[in-house]
């Protein structure tokens, strides 16, 4: 099975590349060689894409890249030439402020993270302000400010705080958090080339290109959270799926994201979807803009919600992997996410005009099933 939790080095999503309707079929023959190339997997972010047959197959580079420095426990994020600077009672007060952000910006997350042991939650959190702070940079009030310059600068201040040099609080916390597990600096040097990507691209011609988007801005969060939640030491699973689960699970919450947000985007001019879908199902770009719910629409919206579910399942396969603890806050907040496509069709498809949104009875809910889900196994 492509994908599978057991698997060695298996191809990764082949799955969700192919829908019979809209001809997304894909063959990533070279996926069995990199086995070989996994100590100088090239990095997503500087990589050469003639390289690889997709940018999928590109992104499996790095998500075998990340398995092997799991692996080996030998991480390459640089060597601290500082002690972190903050400790104790300010270190404390750091992360307390991170909880705080993550809060007041992501209830779904927050509520996650109060169900982790108090060490996970503290390191997820300060993972989670510097996402937030990256995105805010490209999607907050000074966002028209941005230029590529920005962004480098941006990455300079991360290469400073793996170094044990950070420049505030939240980096301080960050800085703590990746001497305590073991995170590599990658996922977070392509999130920000994500953002890039962002700064000058507001279409996207087929799937790979979405898929690699996707990966950039959320399959990142996932790599980086695998450290921290860690793997059950009886998993019989490969690292490497359990890394592709959390993959999954990233561009699913993105997947539903960018369906939930298509008529706030197309009043930014941007289209998130792939452009070869639309045309397939008989859609052009001016159709967003009208913003008119036909059944061509709700043709190509189901396709689209199918296939992120079809990568949430394969997500949800790999939480059994994680720890024991950390199976519930992410199973819980992977059910409570994927809620908005079940929102979405109770909206009739209408995502245009109105917001995809669950109700706080129905999040509740979610809490006690995934518990449940968690403790007593798939
Ligand atoms: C418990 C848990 C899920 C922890 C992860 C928390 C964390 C570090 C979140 C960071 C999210 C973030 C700020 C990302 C920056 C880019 C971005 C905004 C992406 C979108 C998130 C949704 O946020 P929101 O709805 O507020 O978006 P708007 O900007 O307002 O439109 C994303 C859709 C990405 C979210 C991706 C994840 C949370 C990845 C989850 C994967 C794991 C935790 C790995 C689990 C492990 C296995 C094996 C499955
Ligand atoms: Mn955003």
């Not at 988007?213 to 490497?240: F, H, N, Q, R, W």
């Amino acid at each position: 099975m492509s994908g599978s939790v057991l698997g060695l080095v298996s191809p990764v999503h082949a799955k969700f590349f192919s829908a019979p309707s809209y001809g997304w079929g894909r063959r990533r023959s070279k996926c069995r060689i990199y086995s070989s190339i996994l100590v100088s997997a090239t990095l997503v972010a500087t990589a050469e894409p003639s390289t690889y047959d997709s940018y999928e197959e590109m992104v499996y580079a790095v998500v075998l890249k990340q398995a092997a420095l799991t692996k080996r426990e030998r991480i390459s994020r640089g060597v601290l030439d500082e002690s972190v600077p903050l400790s104790g009672d300010l270190l404390s007060d750091a992360y307390e402020r991170c909880g705080e952000v993550c809060a007041e910006y992501a209830k779904t997350f927050y509520l996650g993270t109060l169900l982790m042991t108090p060490e996970r939650r503290k390191a997820i959190w300060a993972i989670y302000v510097w996402c937030r702070r990256t995105d805010e940079l490209v999607d907050g009030p000074n966002a028209s400010y941005i230029t590529p310059t920005a962004l480098d600068r941006w990455e300079k201040r991360l290469d400073d705080l793996f170094s044990g040099r950070p420049y505030d609080m939240y980096d301080a916390a960050l800085s703590d958090t990746i001497a305590k597990y073991p995170v590599d600096i990658q996922p977070f040097k392509d999130m920000i080339e994500g953002m890039r990507l962002d700064l000058k691209k507001s279409r996207y011609r087929n799937f790979d290109e979405l898929y690699l988007y996707c990966y950039y801005v959320a399959g990142t969060v996932g790599l980086m959270s695998v450290p921290v939640m860690g793997i059950a030491p009886d998993s019989k699973a490969s690292i490497e799926s359990v890394y592709n689960a959390a993959l999954a699970l990233g561009v699913a919450n993105q997947l539903t994201n960018i369906l939930r947000d298509v008529g706030e985007d197309a009043r930014r001019g941007r289209i998130y979807l792939p452009l070869d879908e639309l045309a397939q199902a008989g859609l052009s770009e001016d159709d967003i803009f009208a913003g008119k719910v036909t059944d061509r629409w709700r043709n190509f919206m189901k396709g689209q919600i199918k296939r992120a579910r079809v990568f949430y399942d394969e997500a949800e396969r790999g939480i059994f992997e994680l720890n024991p603890a950390s199976r519930w806050p992410v199973l819980a907040s992977s059910l409570l996410y994927r809620q908005i496509l079940d929102a979405i069709e109770a909206n009739d498809y209408n995502n245009f005009t109105k917001r995809a949104y669950v109700s706080k009875a129905k999040k509740l809910l979610s809490l006690p099933v995934a518990y449940a889900k968690a403790t007593l196994g798939r």
